[in-house]
Structures are given as C-alpha cells and as structure tokens.
C-alpha cells in the first residue's frame, strides 16, 4: 500500500515528514481570489504557481507556510506536491462537488471548506495519480500528536475515510450526479504511536532554520478563538480582510456567535495578549 504524507505547514507534520517519511508528499494549497494577500515577492509567487501548475493569486494561509512548505521540501529531500482545484472565494458561488450551492458561509458545523478545499483535492490526486482500480487504497500519514488524542476520539473524524464522489450525470432531467462511495484511505497516527509529544517537536524545530507561522491553517480559521483571530489580524491583516469582506456578502458569519471579524479586529484587551495564551490552531479537520 502507498504511503501519503498529508502535510499542512504546521510544526507537527513538517516534524512528521522528516521522521515519517512516506512515497508521496501532499500539501493542499487554500487559493483566495484577492490580489491583496498576494506575497509581495514575485518570485515567490512564480514558484508557487509552478507548484501548483496554473496562476497563483493569494492564499488564505500565511505566506510563511507557503515559504516553509517550499524549504521543507529541500530538507527531507523529497518532492512535496502541491494541490489546489478550486479557490476558497469559488465556494461561494459555484455547485460544490456534491452538487448544489451554499447558503451560508462555513463554520464548525458546515466544514464543506475542509472537504472541497482539502480532501478532495487529496482524493483527486490519489485516485488519478496512485491507485490501479477503484477499490485500492493508501495508507495517509495525519500528524496528530500523543498529546492529541481527543482528535481521532470521535468516530467521526474517521468519515473522510470514505468519500461519495460524482462519477457519472445524467443526461436527462435535472442531469444529477451519480456518486460512488470510495473508502480509499485508512489513515495512521504515527507521532501518536511514537509517542511524540508537542514539546518533543518545539524541541526539534528550535534550532533549525526554518520559520513557522504561529498557527498553521487559514489564517481566519473558524475552529480558532477570538485572541488568536485578533492576534491574526495583525500577523496577516490581508488574508483576515478577506475573511471579513466574505461576511459582508449575505451568508452569515463564520463564528456560531455570530461575532463579525471586525468587530474582532477592534476588540481591546485589559492584559497582554499573544499567540501563547492564544487557542491552539484548527483542530476541526485540517491537520497542524
């Protein structure tokens, strides 16, 4: 069975990859449609477009993760390959996979982000690229950490080990989607099995060159609280302007709290504030 290294930028799967070394590496890129958010360094944006293999605009992570991703690549020396099918922007306003169009914007409850933006993306690319028939499978890497173990408790977050994909329409009628159901992964939790814990990958990473975001994930991410979208706002205010403009266009707010991220822009603090009394990273399908 072919190993795949599902790999997000964040410390714990860049630790993953260089200890956990698989055949292919993947790291599904989110593309946003603002040229505001586009790295100020051109060849920086030429050698992700190159990567993903059409023209990169912005994404709604922090342009360190791009960077990373780029030189972690040199360190396990080892390709990594970069997925993107759609940009965030185009869930708004284009059928989705499944069909049908949303009426509000993700949240907690309505991940479809994750699924169109992430595992689908994977999937795509495992069942062209990897797999011989339809039945085949491989063997996914998640980087979750001793430490982490409520995130593989619930049965499921074992669901996307099964994907209903359109594999045929209809040419008559309503021309629906004909889905076939694939379970075409079985994923392993190697830092878990090794016993790694989050102090063991601050530790590893401490000396080395490479510099990671202080969160992993879209910048906006909704699974995040309200100090580390603040903090967000002033570590990469352009792909948080994104996230806010999107609330202003009839679908909701990302927060259940119905908070609007502007408000969470100018939200005050009676102490001091930064990423390490912040909630932890996006912990509600993307890996860190």
């Keep these: 069975m072919i190993t795949v290294n599902s790999l997000s930028g964040g410390r714990t799967s860049s630790y993953m990859a260089v200890h956990m070394p698989a055949h292919v590496n993947l790291f599904a890129c989110v593309e946003i449609e603002d040229s505001r958010a586009q790295p100020k360094d051109k060849k920086l944006v030429q050698r992700i477009s190159d990567k993903l293999g059409h023209q990169f605009i912005a994404s709604a992570e922090h342009e360190k993760t791009l960077i990373l991703m780029l030189d972690l690549e040199q360190i396990i020396g080892k390709e990594i390959i970069w997925l993107s099918e759609r940009s965030y922007d185009s869930l708004f306003v284009e059928r989705h996979s499944f069909g049908g169009k949303p009426t509000r914007l993700p949240s907690w409850?309505?991940?479809?982000?994750?699924?169109?933006?992430?595992?689908?993306?994977?999937?795509?690319?495992?069942?062209?690229?990897?797999?011989?028939?339809?039945?085949?499978?491989?063997?996914?890497?998640i980087g979750y950490r001793a430490d982490e173990m409520h995130r593989i408790a619930n049965p499921s977050k074992n669901k996307n080990d099964y994907i209903s994909y359109p594999?045929?329409?209809?040419?008559?009628?309503k021309k629906r989607n004909k889905l076939t159901e694939f379970n075409w992964r079985e994923t392993s939790f190697?830092?878990?099995?090794?016993?790694?814990?989050?102090?063991?990958?601050?530790?590893?990473?401490?000396?080395?060159?490479?510099?990671?975001?202080?969160?992993?994930?879209?910048?906006g991410c909704f699974h995040?609280?309200?100090?580390?979208?603040?903090?967000?706002?002033?570590?990469?205010?352009?792909?948080?302007q994104w996230f806010a403009d999107q609330e202003e266009k009839g679908l909701g707010t990302w927060l259940e709290s119905k908070i609007k991220y502007q408000r969470i822009k100018e939200m005050q603090f009676t102490t001091n504030i930064d990423f390490s009394n912040a909630g932890s990273s996006c912990s509600g399908g993307c890996t860190d």
């Design 109 to 141: 409850a309505r991940r479809y982000c994750t699924i169109e933006l992430k595992i689908i993306p994977i999937f795509k690319y495992c069942f062209l690229r990897l797999f011989k028939s339809s039945t085949d499978k491989v063997k996914m890497q």
């Design 224 to 240: 995040k609280d309200e100090v580390s979208l603040h903090l967000q706002w002033e570590d990469a205010p352009e792909q948080m």
């Design 190 to 219: 190697p830092l878990i099995s090794a016993n790694i814990y989050q102090k063991d990958v601050i530790k590893y990473w401490s000396d080395k060159s490479l510099i990671f975001p202080a969160q992993s994930n879209c910048a």
């Design 167 to 173: 594999t045929s329409c209809n040419l008559y009628g």
